[in-house]
């Protein structure tokens, strides 16, 4: 799922293009969209190779029971050394795994201890001072935030904190409620999902639109703030139907009219 | 032995009375006013009755009621609590016919490996059939355990509403329930004394202010943990709630709770014994001056147990000094402190017997440990990094110090990512106590660092030496040779867990072949396949469950189990997969077999598939 992108999908539709705000670097958006363009272009059946279909593969498996949406870097190569670790028996032929390669539930920590640990980790390495956000957010630096699609049976968590970027959020999300997408996929199964354009179809036909609350209560188009801005406001983030977010353009550019 | 055993062997047991001739009469009640003088079986009735209240091991009382139709009557009417630990292998409305007169209930539901993410969620073990049959049947339930179940709000206010003298509510790893669940629960059980949540995943949509909920004239509560909930809470309430809890014993905030906050709640209450301090870091901006936490801990004289430090910053430790001498059990294992941050407070700790820390303290910390606990019976080393690396802060030689020093030692957890057989060989000498041993070494298919042998003689040495041991976890790199010496030495062994070990299928048939005492076994990434499978079917009625995922069995072969021995349920799953282009694959993902009473449950999502 692409949030930008999607973004700018939807903007088009509602002949906003010309009005469209960022306060990001000029011409961030179209590069992302180009970006989505190639891709689409070179996976035209929709059927990856076994590396990226490995990769995508441990992705998807990352959809913790806890549903708290942690992603942990994943090696294609991980994959490639449990089969070739099939029968081996002795040390030569023992392939040791990368440095900072992980399998899903290995070590065996509790998931939800295991957030606990990271949000320790980051706080010992963070230097100097943080915005004092009070949103959800420990004193060490986490930020969690309620996901909530339109239709989907269930709340979700993340930590904002995790992801360096828009890509990597929309990525996080998409894992996170592929399984209840996929329904709507119907008889397609998981191939043609993972094809980002086909993803685009769905999620644009659905009229999928991601937005989120900000500090102060209103609600925002996700993509229009710089990502660390965005970190810093978010309070909460909801995946609406595009039908119900026609309303909130507007508001948005008058926010960031009186912002700039 | 469990219930289902139980059941089963029972069933024998009235055959052969039949078979053999012997009358088993029931004893008679006269009405109106004659005195009859009892039949010898009514007095051994009465005896048994009279005797079997004593009786509280479960495992006891599963072999009294084998003896005969009559004690297997007397035992079911005198068993107050019952402990069910599948939920699946029995029915509630079984157990409820059985078991007529129930106080208290251990329920657990789903398998340890769903902790690490390797079940699907919305699995099953939903504890609403439960709750809604224990409504009817055991209106004087006092208390409640549940473990690793699925637990909605309205099962938590059915629960409310149906028990009039509930005392006790204790949730283990559960999740499904939130803030409205939590509420109706404090405000209804009026006589609740214990209320823990215990790693459970709570969540907060509702945004109910839960511990606004307890009485308002004072409480009864004996226990309350929540350190597990996280997202913050409303402090003015919880401070009430303290002051007019006086026999409040055990408290255990969560992380939202911040220093000067457990400085208030600790004035309001010296005589805790078990106490979680939440964040242990002073608010934001401190606008007072610094609580005085040591005079607050020199008041709790009382206390045994300590834990939370959730976001611990070390310059506040001294405050636990006064109470260091008399801990039993410390919690470290949020608390990211160095072997120098650690030091002055573990070498004042000489009665400490439950120890769980960070590695963050490294081999020094460790062997600071060993050098005071010298009661030690519980340690457990959790990762602060748990990715696989060549060296980290914890290796052989903690464990060797703690071999040397802790000689008690009955129940060790230990994460690291370098080992040698020499350390496990010396902890399996040192500590003849060991009941429980897992070693976890994160860099799969690690060997002994130091030699470059599989780590198979050290784990070898833990099943021959320690007589005493019932659980073992095994990683590093394995051969079948070590998984042969499990089989022929781990003859009280119950627990096993394997990952990423073993040659072949040889591995899991000398397991299930030797291990005779074997309930649980829970084993993913091992190569063992449809044979090892078959071997332990002699076995799979005697067990509790068998996990295996992502090892080399077929659905066909877990098909012929299935159809081999009745009253096993083999459910198979494969979910998140995406098979590659062309792949036909008859492996199973993964295989959860369990033995029950029931048939197939009718609650199995789409995924799982019941052969």
């Known amino acids: 799922m692409e949030v930008v992108s999607l973004l700018g999908e939807m903007k088009g539709k509602m002949n906003f293009e010309e009005t469209e705000l960022r306060l990001g670097l ?30 995508v593969d441990l992705k998807l498996n990352l959809v913790s029971s806890k549903g708290d949406g942690e992603i942990v870097d994943q090696a294609a ?30 070590p065996p920590v509790r998931s939800s201890y295991r957030k606990n640990i990271i949000s320790l980790q980051k706080a010992a390495t963070k230097k100097g001072d943080e915005e004092n956000e009070k949103v959800m957010s420990s004193p060490m630096g986490a930020t969690f935030v309620k996901v909530s699609l339109d239709g989907a049976p269930y709340l979700r968590k993340v930590d904002l904190k995790m992801y360096k970027s828009y890509q990597e959020l929309s990525d996080a999300l998409g894992n996170m409620f592929n399984s209840f997408t996929i329904g709507n996929c119907g008889s397609q199964g998981m191939m043609d999902f993972m094809n980002e354009s086909r993803l685009m179809d769905l999620l644009n036909n659905s009229d999928y639109v991601p937005t989120y609350e900000d500090k102060d209560g209103d609600w925002m188009l996700v993509g229009d703030v710089p990502w660390e801005m965005f970190v810093g406001s978010c309070k909460r983030l909801r995946i609406m139907k595009g039908a119900e977010a026609i309303g909130l353009a507007p508001r948005a550019m008058e926010k960031c009219k009186n912002r700039t | 032995m469990s219930e289902a055993q139980a059941q089963m062997s029972e069933d024998d047991a009235d055959l052969a009375a039949a078979a053999g001739g012997a009358s088993i009469r029931t004893a008679v009640v006269t009405t109106g006013g004659d005195y009859s003088s009892p039949y010898p079986d009514q007095v051994l009735e009465n005896v048994l009755e009279n005797v079997l209240i004593f009786l509280t091991s479960r495992r006891d009382r599963n072999a009294v009621s084998l003896v005969c139709k009559s004690w297997y009557r007397a035992e079911a009417l005198t068993r107050s609590e019952i402990y069910i630990g599948n939920c699946y292998s029995v029915s509630p ?54 473990k690793r179940m699925n637990v909605t709000d309205d099962d938590l206010a059915v629960m409310a509403r149906s028990f009039g003298n509930f ?46 909920c307890f009485p308002e004239s004072g409480t009864c509560l004996e226990s309350l943990i929540f350190d597990c909930v996280e997202f913050p809470i409303n402090f003015d309430a919880l401070e009430n709630l303290v002051a007019r809890s006086r026999s409040l014993k055990k408290l255990r905030v969560n992380r939202f709770v911040n220093l000067e ?268 396949g449809d044979s090892a499978l078959r071997s332990g079917l002699h076995h799979y009625h005697n067990m509790r469950f068998l996990w295996m995922s992502t090892c080399r069995v077929t659905r066909q072969g877990c098909r012929e189990i299935a159809q081999q021995i009745p009253r096993v349920i083999v459910e198979v799953f494969r979910w998140n997969q995406i098979l590659e282009e062309g792949e036909k694959s008859d492996l199973v993902d993964t295989l959860y077999l369990y033995r029950s009473l029931e048939g197939p449950r009718a609650d199995a999502p789409k995924f799982v598939n019941i052969l």
């Open chain 2, 261 to 528: 906050q457990l400085h208030r709640l600790m004035i309001l209450a010296p005589q805790l014994t078990d106490l979680g301090t939440g964040s242990f870091s002073p608010q934001d901006h401190p606008i007072d001056q610094e609580p005085d936490l040591v005079s607050a801990f020199t008041a709790c004289r009382s206390l045994v147990s300590l834990s939370g430090f959730r976001e611990t910053v070390p310059d506040y430790l001294p405050a636990v000094y006064p109470v260091c001498a008399n801990i039993t059990s410390l919690n470290f294992s949020y608390a990211n402190i160095t072997a120098d941050e650690l030091k002055p407070v573990i070498r004042n700790c000489h009665k400490l017997q439950i120890f769980w820390v960070l590695d963050s303290v490294r081999d020094e910390g460790l062997q600071a440990v060993a050098a005071t606990c010298k009661d030690l019976r519980e340690l457990r080393v959790f990762p602060i990094d748990a990715t696989e690396d060549n060296v980290g802060p914890v290796s052989d030689v903690g464990l060797q110090a703690i071999s040397e020093g802790c000689k008690k030692l009955e129940s060790i957890l230990y994460f690291c990512q370098q080992m040698t057989n020499a350390a496990v060989i010396s902890m399996s000498n040192n500590c003849p106590d060991l009941v429980v041993f897992r070693l976890c070494i994160i860099g799969r298919y690690r060997p002994d660092h130091s030699t470059g042998e599989p780590m198979d003689e050290g784990f070898g040495a833990i099943v021959k030496n320690c007589k005493k041991l019932t659980r073992l976890a095994v990683s590093g790199l394995l051969t079948d040779k070590a998984f042969s010496y499990i089989g022929q030495y781990g003859k009280l062994v119950r627990t096993l867990s394997f990952a990423f070990a073993g040659d072949s299928d040889l591995g899991l048939k000398y397991v299930l072949e030797g291990c005779s005492k074997l309930e649980k076994l829970e084993i993913r990434d091992c190569p063992f």
């Open chain 2, 93 to 146: 409305r079984r157990a409820a016919e059985r078991f007529r007169r129930v106080r208290s209930v251990v329920l657990k539901g789903k398998p340890r490996f769903a902790d690490f993410s390797l079940m699907p969620p919305d699995w099953g073990a939903h504890f609403a059939p439960w709750v809604i049959e224990m409504a009817e049947a055991y209106r004087g339930l006092e208390k409640l355990y549940l």
């Open chain 2, 167 to 212: 005392r006790e509510l204790v949730l283990v790893c559960c999740e499904g329930f939130g803030t409205a669940g939590l509420a109706v629960v404090a405000s209804k059980c009026r006589q609740l004394r214990v209320f823990d949540l215990i790693e459970a995943e709570v969540s907060d949509d509702d945004e109910v202010d839960w511990l606004s």
């Open chain 1, 77 to 106: 190569e991980s994959e490639e050394i449990k089969n070739l670790l099939g029968g081996a028996g002795s040390t030569d032929s023992v392939v040791k795994p990368p440095a900072k390669a992980q399998v899903v539930g290995w």
């Open chain 1, 26 to 55: 000029p011409g961030n958006i179209s590069k992302l969209k180009s970006n989505i363009v190639n891709s689409g272009a070179t996976n035209v059946n929709g059927k990856r190779g076994f590396a990226e279909a490995a990769n």
